[in-house]
């Protein structure tokens, strides 16, 4: 079962990357034309784990 999976995954990077002529600056362009059609903003949790670990921190 977990074989067909990484089987399915490697096809679909291998389908992707063939879409794009397997240049990465090509994709990373369509990605981010996208993200700017879709007017969606990504979200970092960097900060907030980093504010939650120390008061976890501070509560010991």
């Given at each position: ?21 397997y240049?990465?600056?090509?994709f ?19 900060e ?13």
């Amino acid at each position: 079962m977990a074989n067909e999976i990484i089987k399915e995954l490697w096809k679909i990077k291998d389908d992707i990357a063939e879409e794009f002529g397997y240049d990465v600056k090509a994709f990373v362009s369509k990605l981010r034309a996208k993200k700017k059609e879709e007017d969606k903003r990504i979200v970092d949790h960097r900060e907030k784990n980093e504010l939650m670990d120390r008061a976890d921190q501070a509560s010991c």
